[in-house]
């Protein structure tokens, strides 16, 4: 979209947060770069440039705005709803990648050369594999310096940075202020705000609109014992990290997330946030997802009555699938309960500062070991299961966020028991992808029989061709019509099952 200097200049002018994330607005004369929604006087048209990425402007010498804060926007939803070698790698790289592995690392999980990695995101992005990492470090060190009271020393290595030298430099060159004037800023700013030992504490942005009650009413109904949980208006769950384990408390709000993490290493913090992001949806363009489902005129009234649905998703791709299998054919309750089974035999136990969270669910690798007969299961999905969990344990089936759908869709399809409602939920939901449908599904036929709709699953797919590529949307909105908890935030009125 940068590329459309008419189009950015009337989102900058209008200050139109819609289009954060999108772009990002240089200024020549004063070489700062903005968000699109900066509350500042818009320069004049012949001082802007538009650039792909945060990492872009870095790159060409131009620093953050101090008002609007433009390394915070909400990531550009470009690459959550694509499947290729540049959105793949954009996944990769917010999810630490290439601080753990190198870019020669990001190459391989691709299939291409690091020159080709390199080619094709600075073709998009402005700005290679390096910049982007860097640009992201800059932003953990920035929350770090910011919401902790830790050393700057230690700040430094959990953002990344291989010597305060360079933390201390990347920190003046991005944000004009050195790391001790930062914090002098933020202590300033947040006087009055309680900090919880040992935790960190930030607020996740998104476009608006976002309705929170199909997203954490599905997150909290469907909770593993254990692993997640729903407390105090937010929803709770541990995490497996590269580096150690986490605990997030997620709470929704009108205009931000709240996010409270406490981890066991500080350098899982970029990795912890991006995979909330994830499981949140929280960089989809809700506009343009319900702008296309609006063009249904049967679909239309459920998207007027609470716009801004998103898809909730999963902080681990092997951890869903496992729940899938286990869900297939029974009640959220039922699925639930095998859940907690495994969690109880298998799981790895988890200090959780506030109590009440008490496993990691079970590594594929953890999974490998048990013994089908002790599963309280039939036959057909016991063998379903075991041959999934060998799958993902040897490597055979790599499922995440890089995952190539139409690849992956294909290797689900091959093992025993997967239909097309198991395959379609795990596309949905574990890998990410937005078009992903589930004519099948006994909640979307009722829906669909109740609007108009046909409820078959070959005529509904064929209806359903005019809401691509937000078909995944389109469920959402479809099982909304039921008064499942799952689309409800809990309460007394709608506890969870």
């Given at each position: 979209m940068h590329t459309d200097t008419e189009r950015c200049v009337r989102a900058v002018q209008s200050k139109d947060a819609r289009f954060d994330g999108w772009f990002f607005t240089a200024v020549l004369t004063t070489r700062i770069y903005c968000r699109p929604s900066c509350p500042a006087v818009p320069?004049?048209?012949?001082?802007?440039?538009?650039?792909?990425?945060?990492?872009?402007?870095?790159?060409?010498?131009?620093?953050?705005?101090?008002?609007?804060?433009?390394?915070?926007?909400?990531?550009?939803?470009?690459?959550n709803a694509r499947a290729d070698a540049v959105a793949r790698a954009m996944r990769l790289i917010q999810d630490g990648v290439v601080d753990r592995e190198g870019v020669p690392g990001l190459a391989t999980r691709l299939g291409y050369s690091t020159r080709q990695v390199e080619r094709q995101l600075n073709a998009e992005l402005g700005a290679?594999?390096?910049?982007?990492?860097?640009?992201?470090?800059?932003?953990?060190?920035?929350?770090?310096?910011?919401?902790?009271?830790?050393?700057?020393?230690?700040?430094?290595?959990?953002?990344?940075?291989?010597?305060?030298?360079?933390?201390?430099?990347?920190?003046?060159?991005?944000?004009?202020?050195?790391?001790?004037?930062?914090?002098?800023?933020?202590?300033?700013?947040n006087r009055n705000q309680p900090r919880i030992p040992g935790t960190?504490?930030?607020?996740?942005?998104?476009?608006?609109?976002?309705?929170?009650?199909?997203?954490?009413?599905?997150?909290?109904?469907?909770?593993?014992?254990?692993?997640?949980?729903?407390?105090?208006?937010?929803?709770?769950?541990?995490?497996?990290?590269?580096?150690?384990?986490?605990?997030?408390?997620?709470?929704?709000?009108?205009?931000?997330?709240?996010?409270?993490?406490?981890l066991t290493d500080l350098r899982d913090l970029t990795i912890a946030i991006s995979r909330c992001r994830w499981m949140l949806d929280l960089?989809?363009?809700?506009?343009?997802?319900?702008?296309?489902?609006?063009?249904?005129?049967?679909?239309?009234?459920?998207?007027?009555?609470?716009?801004?649905?998103?898809?909730?998703?999963?902080?681990?791709?092997?951890?869903?699938?496992?729940r899938a299998v286990l869900g297939q054919q029974v009640s959220t309750a039922a699925a639930r309960t095998h859940a907690a089974r495994l969690v109880t035999s298998y799981g790895e136990r988890v200090e959780d500062p506030l109590g009440g969270l008490t496993h990691l669910f079970p590594s594929p690798q953890a999974l490998a070991e048990l013994d089908p007969e002790s599963l309280g299961l039939p036959r057909s999905r016991r063998t379903t299961l075991t041959t999934l969990v060998t799958a993902l344990a040897d490597g055979s089936l790599p499922l995440g966020i890089d995952s190539d759908w139409e690849a992956a869709r294909a290797q689900l399809n091959a093992l025993p028991g997967f239909g097309p409602w198991t395959t379609e939920v795990i596309a949905m939901r574990a890998l990410g992808d937005p078009d992903a449908f589930l004519p099948s599904d006994l909640g979307v036929r009722r829906a669909a029989q109740g609007l108009g709709l046909p409820s078959t699953p070959a005529a509904l797919t064929a209806k359903a061709a005019g809401w691509r590529p937000w078909r995944a949307y389109a469920v959402q909105y479809l099982w909304a019509t039921d008064a499942h908890p799952i689309n409800h935030l809990p309460s007394e009125e709608h506890p969870s099952s």
């Open positions: 320069p004049k048209v012949e001082n802007m440039t538009f650039l792909p990425s945060a990492a872009a402007c870095q790159q060409a010498g131009f620093r953050a705005c101090k008002r609007c804060r433009p390394d915070t926007s909400p990531g550009s939803p470009e690459w290679g594999p390096l910049a982007l990492a860097r640009a992201q470090r800059a932003q953990t060190a920035r929350l770090l310096i910011e919401t902790s009271e830790l050393p700057m020393g230690d700040v430094a290595f959990a953002a990344g940075f291989s010597s305060i030298r360079t933390f201390n430099d990347t920190v003046r060159e991005v944000f004009a202020l050195s790391p001790s004037e930062l914090r002098l800023r933020a202590e300033k700013t960190i504490s930030l607020r996740l942005p998104y476009r608006a609109p976002l309705n929170p009650d199909n997203l954490f009413g599905h997150l909290a109904a469907t909770a593993v014992p254990g692993v997640e949980e729903w407390r105090d208006g937010a929803y709770r769950r541990t995490l497996r990290l590269p580096y150690g384990t986490g605990v997030v408390a997620l709470t929704p709000g009108p205009d931000h997330i709240g996010c409270r993490l406490a960089d989809a363009d809700p506009e343009a997802v319900d702008e296309q489902l609006r063009t249904d005129p049967l679909l239309a009234p459920l998207v007027d009555k609470a716009p801004g649905r998103r898809v909730p998703r999963t902080v681990d791709a092997a951890e869903f699938a496992v």
